[in-house]
Every structure is written in structure tokens, then in C-alpha cells.
T-cell receptor, first 114, second 114 residues
């Protein structure tokens, strides 16, 4: 079984500041981990994924995440926030190849302060 | 990546009626998934649909309420039956890519029950 905890339902950062969205997971098998973004009134867009290759994963729009097995974490970062980054971000975990059902965290709403 | 089209994108339905949502993928996929996102909430898996077999439902979801069809490898439908206001949600179709390690989502179908 898998679970995901996203710390902070709302995060606000100033434009140009570091973005850090936290995600911790629990999994009984080696996990696949994902970050999705949902812009207002839109569906989910894949930002990046970890599938047991490189632990530092780079995604779209300047985002990256690092898989840390010892900390069971997969935090999402971006060095410099842009106004267009304002959205809802979801961390998700699956049981890996052959077990593609996703378990989602509760989401973090990112607000960018001008 | 997979391109997923959902219809309708939005609908307003009377309570007691049913709504059928269509999901079309631009390539053949083995597994298709249906998720629900209630207002302000995260995503919850409803069921997994494999071509040629009965859908597999998650705990709390039953076939009578959420019948699913999967007639071929590029298409699926989800019906939400006997609608009540509590069914007002976004319903999202998702598929795994050919490599089996990434899940893509459609734009979602916004349902409001009045």
C-alpha cells in the first residue's frame, strides 16, 4: 500500500524567490513518484516523475525534485518563482511498473506574491 | 506521451439523471483509469478499466453507480448514475504510457448536479 503526505496546503512565495513544496511518501514496494500541476479550471499536467533512475529529476517549467529514500521524501523545488507558477500541485505515488494506480496527496496551493 | 480527449468538458445535470463521460486516447493503451476530484479535494481513483474485462472498482465505488465500458484499446466511458448534488465533481480519465511508468490525464469533465 502507498500513501502521500504533502506538508502545507497553502504556500506563498514572492516572485523570484525559491519554491519548495514538500512531499513525503510511504510505500511497501519501490515507488514511482510524480508531481502534477493543476492550473485553475484545467486538468492535471505532469511536471516530473521518478521511476528508479536518477534521484534528481528535472521537469518542465524549471521544476525539479529529488528522491531521498532515507527520508522518504520527494520535495519539489524551483529556484525562482514566476507569477505563472500559481497553481495547485499534487504529489502522487504508485507501486511501480505493473502497479500504476496512483495515490495522491491532498495538494498544495501555491500563491506567488508580486 | 498520450493525448487524451474527454467529453463533455462541462455539464449541468438534474438530480436523478445519469451522465456518461467519454475518454478517447490517441494510441492503444492497456490500462485506463477513472478518477474523481471533489471540490477543493485531491483525486481519488474510482476504477481501473482493462479492455475485454470487467472494471476493477476501488473501495467505496460500485458498478451500479459508476458503470464503465472499455470496448477497445483507445476508448472508455464512465457513467455516473442516479445523480445527486454530492456527485458534483471533476471526473478525470487517465492512461499509462507505452513504457508503463507514466500516467497521463485528460482535461477532466466538470459535472454540476442541480
Amino acid at each position: 500500500a502507498q500513501s502521500v503526505t504533502q506538508l502545507g496546503s497553502h504556500v506563498s512565495v514572492s516572485e523570484g524567490a525559491l519554491v519548495l513544496l514538500r512531499c513525503n511518501y510511504s510505500s511497501s514496494v519501490p515507488p514511482y513518484l510524480f508531481w502534477y500541476v493543476q492550473y485553475p479550471n484545467q486538468g492535471l499536467q505532469l511536471l516530473l516523475k521518478y521511476t528508479s533512475a536518477a534521484t534528481l529529476v528535472k521537469g518542465i517549467n524549471g521544476f525539479e525534485a529529488e528522491f531521498k529514500k532515507s527520508e522518504t521524501s520527494f520535495h519539489l523545488t524551483k529556484p525562482s518563482a514566476h507569477m505563472s507558477d500559481a497553481a495547485e500541485y499534487f504529489c502522487a505515488v504508485s507501486g511501480g511498473f505493473g502497479n500504476e494506480k496512483l495515490t495522491f496527496g491532498t495538494g498544495t496551493r501555491l500563491t506567488i506574491i508580486p | 506521451s498520450a493525448v487524451i480527449s474527454q467529453k463533455p468538458s462541462r455539464d449541468i445535470c438534474q438530480r436523478g439523471t445519469s451522465l456518461t463521460i467519454q475518454c478517447q486516447v490517441d494510441s492503444q493503451v492497456t490500462m485506463m483509469f477513472w478518477y474523481r476530484q471533489q471540490p477543493g479535494q485531491s483525486l481519488t481513483l474510482i476504477a481501473t478499466a482493462n479492455q475485454g474485462s470487467e472494471a476493477t472498482y476501488e473501495s467505496g465505488f460500485v458498478i451500479d453507480k459508476f458503470p464503465i465500458s472499455r470496448p477497445n484499446l483507445t476508448f472508455s466511458t464512465l457513467t455516473v448514475s442516479n445523480l445527486s448534488p454530492e456527485d458534483s465533481s471533476i471526473y478525470l480519465c487517465s492512461v499509462e504510457d507505452r513504457g508503463g511508468n507514466t500516467i497521463y490525464f485528460g482535461e477532466g469533465s466538470w459535472l454540476t448536479v442541480v
